[in-house]
Antibody, heavy 122, light 110 residues
């Protein structure tokens, strides 16, 4: 059974860079059929897609966040990572990683991590 | 303001059939497939319906999806208390070149 698990600091200071990692177990991140994505959810609000990556390193990002986002992949560790720079309180959210079915069903994410809350505060 | 529009709330009694709507435009629902997610309180979203009307393995057939033009609907028949959750629609948007979600509908089972 595929499992995803997010990890990283739960508190980030304003103007700094948020860094999270998603560890994938029970399956290979190098599968040719899938991308791997990040989605976030501010407290009490809806879902926002951040971006996704293929195991080869091909990425696509939400245009509204693209100038601050970097998603990378480490196939040796079977994990992928998110960096969001110049954070503000508006970036406070639960961050989820998920498997992205873009190649067959764009906008469908079939396996999700449990999510990790990141608070931006001094 | 979300690109896809959903009613903020819906409700029904046990056994009833309820529907949740999702309205978009030609660049998203009008051109691409729609997916639905169920998010139980305090948990990650779960893919409930994909490609307009397909159910992933393990999703009861009480849940069904449909799409017409630039709108989509999620229907839940035989409503159960455990269906109380937030429901989100999602689609690819060709103009924005990215994934867009609806604002979510909170379903209450009375």
């Amino acid at each position: 059974q595929l499992q995803l698990h997010e990890s990283g600091p739960g508190l980030v200071k304003p103007s700094q860079t948020l860094s999270l990692t998603c560890n994938v177990s029970g399956g290979s991140i190098t599968s040719s059929s899938y991308y791997w994505g990040w989605i976030r959810q501010p407290p009490g609000k809806g879902l926002q897609w951040i971006g996704s990556i293929y195991y080869s390193g091909i990425t696509y990002y939400n245009p509204s966040l693209e100038s601050r986002v970097t998603i990378s992949v480490d196939t040796a560790k079977n994990q992928f990572s998110l960096k969001l720079s110049s954070v503000t309180a508006a970036d406070t959210a639960v961050y989820f990683c998920a498997r992205d079915l873009i190649l067959t069903a764009p906008a469908a994410f079939d396996y999700w991590g449990q999510g990790t809350l990141v608070t931006v505060s001094s | 303001q979300s690109v896809l529009t959903q009613p903020p709330s819906a409700s029904g009694t046990p056994g009833q059939r309820v529907t949740v709507s999702c309205s978009g435009s030609r660049s998203n629902i009008g051109t691409n497939t729609v997916h639905w997610y169920q998010q139980l309180p305090g948990t990650a979203p779960k893919l409930l319906i994909y490609i307009n009307s397909q159910r992933p393995s393990g999703v009861p057939d009480r849940f069904s999806g449909s799409k017409s033009g630039t709108s989509a609907s999620l229907a839940i028949s035989g409503l159960q208390s455990e269906d109380e959750a937030d429901y989100y629609c999602a689609a690819w948007d060709d103009s924005l070149n990215g994934v867009v979600f609806g604002g979510g509908t909170k379903l209450t089972v009375l």
